[in-house]
Every structure is written in C-alpha cells, then in structure tokens.
C-alpha cells in the first residue's frame, strides 16, 4: 500500500497556471506508473494524465492535451502536474493515483488505480 498526499491547489482566474504535487510514502515508488484524475461535482471521476515508471511515457486526456504536462522525480518519491491556460472547465477535486503497473500503452482506467490521495480542490473562475 502506498500512501499519496497532494498539495497545490487553489483558486486561480481563467488563463492562469497551477502545479499540483503528489509525495508518495509506504513502498518503491520508482516502480509503479503514476496518474491525475479529476472529480467534478456531480460528475464521475475522470482520467487526466498519467506517467510510467521511467517518465518516459506519458498519456493525457484530449481535453487538457497541450496544456497540462505530467512529470515525476523518483529521487523525491513525488509526481507533478504543471496546469497552464486553465479553463473553468478545469474546476474539480484532483487526485493523485498510483497505478498496480509499472508501465502501460495507453491511458490507464480509473479503476486501474491501486492506491489514491484524498485530493487537492482546484477552481478556475471566469
């Protein structure tokens, strides 16, 4: 079991950037690919980005294509996602996820995910 604990939310305005981050603890981090999903209010919990073991791959949802950038330090036990252009579409509770893999093909479903954090509240007004 891996414990996540996110940081980096906020409020932000439309066009603005974030960069959440996620500090994992409780088993090799290194060897498990590693995602964001996002919950907005009642609306089911949906894939953002995700990274594989090495940070070489990484996948995202069309929808923040371009915009958002995935990354991870395995050196720090952490993974990061940089938000730019943000939109209010954007606004959710985003949580951080620890994959049961160490590397996929393609996007991971979110039911994939193993272990998750308890989220960081992003909000973009208009």
């Known amino acids: 079991q891996v414990q996540l604990v996110e940081s980096g939310g906020g409020l932000v305005q439309a066009g603005g950037s974030l960069r959440l981050s996620c500090v994992a603890s409780g088993r090799t981090f290194s060897q498990y690919a590693m995602g964001w999903l996002r919950q907005a209010p009642g609306k089911e919990r949906e894939f953002v980005a995700s990274?594989?073991?090495?940070?070489?791959?990484?996948y995202y949802a069309d929808s923040v294509k371009g915009r958002f950038t995935i990354s991870r330090d395995n050196t720090k036990n952490a993974v990061y996602l940089q938000m730019n252009s943000l939109k209010p579409e954007d606004t959710a509770v985003y949580y951080c996820a620890a994959d049961t893999l160490r590397w996929r093909s393609s996007k991971t479903p979110p039911a994939a995910f193993g272990s998750w954090g308890q989220g960081t509240q992003v909000t973009v007004s208009s």
């Open positions: 990274i594989n073991w090495s940070g070489h791959s990484t």
